[in-house]
Every structure is written in structure tokens, then in C-alpha cells.
């Protein structure tokens, strides 16, 4: 029940929208969401027939990318403690 | 972008587990208090990824495991009355009260009927203007929005044969009277999708009265490894904060619309949560102005007496203190097709998902 999982919007029809979810449709109220901002093609998270969060795109983008920078930072750090014998985290 | 792929990707995983083992120098437990931690966690064996310095514990946020068993009971009293249809999320439906369930009073012949949103017990309430229409609402900040819907939507439609018998709970209270009462914790890996509607600034006062870090955490495994790392990383360099790993769902201010309807239907009170007694203003109640859509001002009922199961360890299960495995019941006597207590019956429990997952 607790379960929310990321859906894209297939379409929209007053304040209620179609949603897929792998390759299952359901119908989802918008109505806790800024209709405006809102559109096909976005990814809503789906809880209990209601969207409750429009997913942000640039922010997932910036989650994987932040570990990507984190990876390479790791990867230094790691060499400098190889060439410095010396724990540095 | 799907939104999970990307989270799952196995060479990160190892990576950042890899990184983990190499920030941790102290023993540091961490509690999840998301029931779906809970089930991602065991589900993608993050415990086998962990080094031995740090542990993982559930904690209360499993909304079936800390539902009362008289809420059990008194909802079994309301599919009694005359003319009355019970509806109700699927995960309650089999959660042991005193002496039967909702599922074996719908095989007696109770009108109990499982649905999957608020929305379809109103679309009931409006195909049935002979019936009396219940739901029951059960859940946290994420939830609880649902049901304020629910409401607001059968005024506005003039369904007066709907209500709802709530047991709505909010998380703040009880990870503080966890602290409070000692239980031996580090750090918070915050709910994911409480904190999309309630925001993050609802955690600031962990760190604040008490030291504690709070990271809100995804799902996926990469979030769920993230999440840790930053904890571990807070306590090992003595800076806890409340930070947001899961940024593509949760903004610090929240969902202000799902707010505004939790504020105009509910009321904070008093609520009694399993492991932990009654804390105060943990729960919502539905409010004067809609008071015809609260099951519990509509309809007087004699409950039966409570009854609590003996031998069940739920309680301090949920509390972090101990472990499914503790439990002399567990996969002997108590199984999620014959539960025992309400920790085996959500797929969210740390006992079910204990039992489903575990390699053990
Ligand atoms: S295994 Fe069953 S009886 Fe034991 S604590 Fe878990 S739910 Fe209760």
C-alpha cells in the first residue's frame, strides 16, 4: 500500500491522467498537483490512484550525475593516498 | 530516463559499497522508518553490501504493523451493521484483530471489498446510495492526503453515505520517543515519499535536540547505498543534518497542495502506535467540519474486547530493539499465509520481508 512508483503520463483528461507504469496502464488523480505544470511524457509518482509528486527530471539527471563526480573525486583521493601512504578519509 | 534502471546499475553499487567500507571506522546502527525500505532493502540484499561497522534496523514505519488491534476489531464491529460496505486497503485486510480478521468475516459473508484508492470506495458510495460506505484509512503523510481528498471530494458531491474510520499517523513523533527512550540509533534514513508531500524541514529538529543525522532516501539501490554513505559520512566527520538523497521526489517545502488538505480535513491527536504506547498529536483525526464523513461520530458500535497475541515480538521489532529472527514464532507458528502478529502480514513488515528475502 505504501508503495509509490515512478509513472509517465500518457494522457490527461480534466484533473484525471493515464499513467504507465512498465507495461501496465492506470488512471491517476491530479488533483494534488499543479495542473500547469504538468504534461505528456512527464513521470508522476503514483500512490493509492493519487500522483502526489511530479518527478523531476533535472534533479534525477543531477542525483546520477553527483555520483558519477563523486566516483571520480573517490578515484583521486584513492591515488593520492597510494602515492602518499597515507589515509586521507 | 525510467526513473529506476538508472538506480539499479550494479558496478555503482559496488562502488559505493566499496566506499562505504572505507569511510566507517566506528560501529554506527542506522534505522529505516519506511515500511518500503524496509521490503527494498531485504529485496536487494543492501545488508550483504554493508561492512560489519555498520547495521541496519526497521523501525515504526510500517503503517499496518502499528495499526492497533482494536482499530482491527472496531472496523470488524462496523461491517456488522445493517446495510454497511467496508472498504479497505489490501494489505489490512488479513492483519489479526482480538479474535477474527476482516478476511474471515468477508468469508462469513461481511460486505468487506479491497480497493486500491479512496476513489473507488467513493465511486462505490455513489453506485450504492442504499448502503452506508466505510473506508478505512490507515497510513502516513503520504497517505493520509488520499483520504483528505476523499472527503472533500464526497462534500463537494453531496455523498453523505461515505466516511472514513481513520487511523492516520504522522512519523515525526514516534523517531523522537525512539530517541527518547534510548534505543540505540545513529542516524535516520528518512522516508521517501512522506517527506514528497510533507517536505524535509518537518526532520530539522533530529539533528537539532538531538544529534542525530536524517538523509531521505529513494528506493533503488543506488539511493538507498547513497543515503548510507552520506550517514556514515555525517556521523564519522560529527556533522548530522538533514539532507535529500532522493531530490527528484522530495523538495524541502513539500507538497503544499496535499498539505492544504490534510490541514483542512484533519486534526493532530493523541494515537496509540504498537511497540510504542501513545504519543502525543501522532495522529489525524477528522476535524468538526467533517465530522458526517467520520465513521467514528457516525456510527455507534460495541467493540469486543481486546485481545493481544502472547509470544509476538512485534512491538520491540518495530521499536529497533529486536529482530524477526528473534522471535520464536517466526517462519515456525507465524507465516505470512497463518501471521501471528501484523509484522508478517504487510509486505512491508521487517518480519514478511524478513521471510521473503532473507538467505538465511
Ligand atoms: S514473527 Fe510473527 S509473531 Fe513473531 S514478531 Fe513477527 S509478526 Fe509477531
Known sequence: MCLSVPAKIESIENDMAVCSVGGATYRASLLMLDMNELAIGDYVLLHTGFAIQKISKEDAEETLKLFDEFEDFNEILDEEERISGRRIV | MKYIDEYRNKEKILSLSAQIKKISTKKVRLMEVCGGHTMAIQRFGIPDLLPETVELVSGPGCPVCV????????????SKLPNIIITTYGDLIRVPGSTSSLDKEKAKGANIRIVYSVLDALKIAQDNPDKKIVFLGIGFETTAPGSAAGIIKAQMAGLFNFSVFSAHKIMPPPMAALID??????????????????GS???DFIPAKYGLGVVISGFEPLDLMQSIYMLVNQYETKSPAVEIQYSRAVKPEGNIKALEMLDEVFLMRDDWWRGLGILANSGLGINEKYASFDAEKQFEVEVEILKEDKGCICGTILKGISKPSDCKLFGKACTPAEPVGACMVSNEGACAAHYKYSRE
Open chain 2, 67 to 78: 495499526t492497533s488491534r482494536s482499530y482491527i476489531d472496531k472496523a470488524i464491529a462496523y
Open chain 2, 181 to 198: 527512550e534510548g534505543v540505540d540509533i545513529q542516524g535516520y534514513i528518512g522516508p521517501g515519499h512522506v517527506s514528497s508531500i510533507t
Open chain 2, 201 to 203: 524541514h518537518i526532520f
